[in-house]
């Protein structure tokens, strides 16, 4: 597997690549990672992996190979580049020893994809990408200064790393009409939807508010997860300014917590948090009142955020703040646990927010919908088994003489 995010990291992509990792692993496959310094969602390296060039580490039966790569601390398409450039280069010049059977990898990055079709080329195995993002998709789409120009190189690499791909996973049907458009065969994509990587809440939730110190009378919205350019946060800090009796809290990291903060001012009424521990991370989330996902209004078919999974296994309501047309409104809608807003609106948002408030019967029975949809959608199991489908087709393909790597499929490109 190549993945640019990996454990310890507890965010985003990385739990999806560690557990996936593991679960072949403990099946018998010797299984090897190729990844980078944990970094994510803070951008800043991991303080235990600081002034590391390489490393390489046994974790849970995977084999665990580290890279060092550039880390910027804010986000510039220039920055995203040099970002991209450093993977690719340490990946290529020291990928991991030996023969492997097929490789995954892991995209929003474009040096994983392309490192990961090089090494199927050099194998000639299968090459199995799974798209989380479409990184060209969020160059344009995400406010990242410079990103008009940056995503016409980055579809050029998306391009180059998945159509000579064997199969291409994606995790909502939302990516398909963007990977078809990259040059994909439509009969080669596979639905991976990701799962919830998270325990159920199990702590007294009256109890877990007295420890943040949420008094019992007040309404907590909650955002938690990475604090970027495409989460579009400044409305719920308008939110926040609107709504002096609501509590805001942002817990999380990310590139742009600061700014948050700062444009946060001295308002009383939002605080802004490091992520929760993993053993406290959904007590947290459970004892707040309404749990917020924002996006940017240009954000349409980039991405589905991967804390919707989490969201839902709480039991509390979700108020979306973003595009109708994406990805994430359709996991919204379906999961029946949320309620729509137009993105970048406070107005708007703290209609919804106060409509809930008022009518506590309609947010526990929105919030009842999450947990039942995990279980009946979004379980460990039901996503390892589609992964393992996935993984037992290509390899069948190969078997039945359709290799599909780069050198052999038509349109790809060295």
């Given at each position: 597997m190549v993945s640019t995010n990996y454990a310890p990291e507890l965010t985003g992509i990385g739990p999806y690549a560690t557990q996936l990792?593991?679960?072949?692993?403990?099946?018998?496959?010797?299984?090897?990672?190729?990844?980078?310094?944990?970094?994510y969602p803070s951008w800043r390296v991991d303080e235990r992996y600081r002034g590391v060039w390489r490393k390489e580490e046994s974790r849970e039966g995977v084999r665990v190979h580290r890279r060092r790569h550039y880390v910027p601390p804010r986000q510039t398409a220039l920055r995203r580049g040099a970002f991209e450039a450093s993977v690719l280069v340490h990946g290529v010049l020291a990928p991991p020893p030996g023969r492997?059977?097929?490789?995954?990898?892991?995209?929003?990055?474009?040096?994983?994809?392309?490192?990961g079709a090089r090494l199927a080329r050099r194998h000639r195995v299968p090459h199995i990408p799974v798209v989380q993002d479409l990184m060209g998709a969020a160059a344009a789409q995400s406010g990242i200064r410079g990103g008009g120009r940056a995503a016409a190189?980055?579809?050029k690499a998306e391009r180059h790393a998945l159509r000579g791909a064997a199969l291409v996973g994606v995790i909502h049907e939302s990516f398909v009409e963007g990977v078809t458009a990259l040059g994909v065969d439509p009969g080669r994509i596979r639905l991976v939807p990701n799962w919830t990587h998270v325990r159920s809440p199990s702590a007294d939730r009256a109890a877990t508010r007295a420890r943040l110190g949420w008094a019992e009378d007040?309404?907590?919205?909650?955002?938690?997860?990475?604090?970027?350019?495409?989460?579009?946060?400044?409305?719920?800090?308008?939110?926040?300014?609107?709504?002096?009796?609501?509590?805001?809290?942002?817990?999380?990291?990310?590139?742009?917590?600061?700014?948050?903060?700062?444009?946060a001012g001295a308002?009383?009424?939002?605080?802004?948090?490091?992520?929760?521990?993993?053993?406290d991370f959904?007590?947290?989330?459970?004892?707040?009142?309404?749990?917020?996902?924002?996006?940017?209004?240009?954000?349409?078919?980039?991405?589905?955020?991967?804390?919707?999974t989490s969201y839902f296994v709480t039991g509390r309501p979700v108020v979306a703040s973003v595009s109708g047309e994406g990805g994430t409104a359709d996991e919204v809608r379906r999961s029946g646990?949320?309620?729509?807003?137009?993105?970048e609106d406070p107005a708007a948002l703290l209609a919804v927010v106060r409509r809930l408030a008022a009518d506590p019967v309609e947010a526990d029975a929105l919030g009842a919908?999450?947990?039942?949809?995990?279980?009946?959608?979004?379980?460990?199991?039901?996503?390892?088994?589609?992964?393992?489908?996935?993984?037992?087709?290509?390899?069948?393909?190969?078997?039945?003489?359709?290799?599909?790597?780069?050198?052999?499929?038509?349109?790809?490109?060295?």
């Open positions: 990792a593991e679960h072949w692993a403990a099946s018998g496959a010797r299984t090897e990672v190729l990844t980078g310094m944990p970094h492997f059977d097929a490789v995954i990898s892991q995209m929003p990055s474009l040096a994983g994809g392309v490192i190189v980055a579809a007040t309404l907590v919205v909650l955002h938690s997860g990475n604090m970027g350019l495409k989460q579009g946060l400044d409305v719920l800090v308008g939110l926040a300014r609107l709504a002096p009796d609501i509590r805001v809290v942002l817990m999380g990291d990310g590139n742009q917590r600061e700014g948050l903060r700062e444009r308002l009383p009424n939002i605080d802004v948090l490091p992520p929760a521990d993993a053993d959904t007590d947290v989330l459970a004892a707040a009142d309404v749990l917020a996902v924002t996006q940017r209004a240009s954000v349409l078919d980039m991405s589905v955020p991967s804390k919707l646990a949320g309620i729509l807003v137009a993105p919908h999450g947990p039942r949809y995990v279980a009946q959608h979004l379980s460990r199991e039901a996503g390892l088994a589609r992964f393992d489908a996935l993984l037992v087709e290509a390899l069948g393909n190969v078997g039945a003489g359709d290799t599909r790597t780069g050198d052999t499929q038509g349109g790809a490109r060295r």
